[in-house]
């Protein structure tokens, strides 16, 4: 029979086990065994610890990205009126929601005036390739020729950030890109509704996913027209409904992986007198109601992720990011 000394002994004991790092649930002690147990206080051994003090998380792609940017955003060859469109473009935001690595093939499809080429072609130099793809044309002092002027101009001015990139031209009407399945992205910013009003739009997403390795991404932005808005409705305003632009791309072969609403501007009523273009940058009123559209800012702007599917993958459910 125990005694209350024993009981007493014992519960010592335990309770200094408990500090040294056993659990309530392990084996029971019996009571000769754990009156030969030193307690942890007069051991001099520390007890052992479950995790490290101090863990550090790995990095997000997203986070690389970032910190990959944030250089390039600031950079001497950007010119200050495309720095202060950053604020409406979002460019961090919207690099990582595409999922663009700095070690990527990528073709840049229209770059207008170079606002993206000077952000993609500098992060991509090193382990990747910018490509700048610019549609030809016959007349001389048009718009395409401009871009691949300006291209050029980047390339030659800031060899150290643009030496890998370079320039390809292709026809509107039956566009390619290179060689099929050289890239990793495809990107096009605020061209969809251009395309689609020249009746060239088809054949432009086909030859997007021919460019593409299966797996590859699409990624697109434009001039978002009002919920429920048919493409009649938004003839000729530089708008484009959501649901007609996933089509196209779907009909070319694409999957929608996901969408988003980084580039959304809940100010934009999409009907103004001269379009999207009555906005800035246009503001193609002039100086009527200027500060009125000034205060609205850039246009609302759908921002699509779309996936060459891999082969004998089966298609993902479209995710939307707000």
């Given at each position: 029979m125990s005694t209350p000394r024993m009981h007493t002994i014992v519960g010592i004991t335990l309770g200094a086990l408990l500090l040294a790092g056993c659990q309530p649930n392990d084996a029971p002690i019996s009571p000769a065994a754990a009156a030969s147990v030193p307690a942890a206080a007069d051991s001099g051994i520390e007890p052992p610890l479950d995790q490290?003090?101090?863990?550090?998380?790995?990095?997000?792609?997203?986070d690389m990205l970032a910190d990959q940017l944030a250089p390039i955003v600031d950079g001497a060859w950007r010119s200050v009126s495309h720095k202060a469109r950053d604020r409406y473009r979002h460019p961090r935001a919207?690099?990582?929601?595409?999922?663009?690595?700095s070690d990527m093939t990528l073709i840049e499809i229209t770059p207008g005036g170079g606002w993206y080429t000077e952000l993609l072609a500098p992060l991509v130099n090193d382990d990747g390739q910018?490509?700048?793809?610019?549609?030809?044309?016959?007349?001389?002092?048009?718009?395409?020729?401009?871009?691949?002027?300006a291209v050029q101009a980047l390339i030659s001015g800031w060899p150290e950030h643009f030496a890998n990139?370079?320039?390809?031209?292709?026809?509107p009407a039956a566009p390619v890109f290179g060689p099929p399945g050289q890239a990793d992205a495809v990107l096009t910013f605020r061209n969809a509704h251009n395309w689609v009003a020249a009746g060239t739009a088809p054949a432009m997403f086909k030859a997007?996913?021919?460019?593409?390795?299966?797996?590859?991404?699409?990624?697109?932005?434009?001039?978002?027209?009002?919920?429920?808005?048919?493409?009649a409705q938004a003839k000729g305003t530089g708008y484009l409904p959501q649901d007609y632009v996933v089509?196209?791309?779907?009909?070319?072969?694409?999957?929608?992986?996901?969408?988003?609403?980084?580039?959304?501007?809940?100010?934009?009523?999409?009907?103004?007198?001269?379009?999207?273009?009555?906005?800035?940058?246009?503001l193609a009123l002039g100086t009527t109601?200027?500060?009125?559209?000034?205060?609205?800012?850039?246009?609302?702007?759908?921002?699509?992720?779309?996936?060459?599917?891999?082969e004998g993958a089966a298609p993902a459910a479209a995710a939307s990011t707000h």
């Open positions: 490290p003090e101090q863990v550090t998380p790995p990095r997000s792609a997203s919207t690099l990582a929601f595409f999922g663009v690595r910018y490509i700048a793809a610019i549609a030809r044309s016959r007349k001389s002092g048009d718009e395409p020729a401009g871009a691949a002027k990139a370079r320039v390809v031209r292709f026809d997007f996913y021919a460019a593409l390795r299966p797996g590859g991404i699409l990624g697109l932005t434009d001039h978002r027209a009002a919920p429920g808005e048919t493409l089509k196209l791309a779907t009909d070319a072969g694409f999957k929608l992986d996901a969408t988003s609403d980084i580039n959304a501007n809940p100010k934009d009523t999409r009907h103004h007198p001269k379009g999207v273009w009555t906005l800035p940058p246009t109601d200027r500060e009125k559209y000034l205060a609205i800012g850039e246009s609302d702007r759908m921002t699509l992720r779309f996936v060459k599917p891999a």
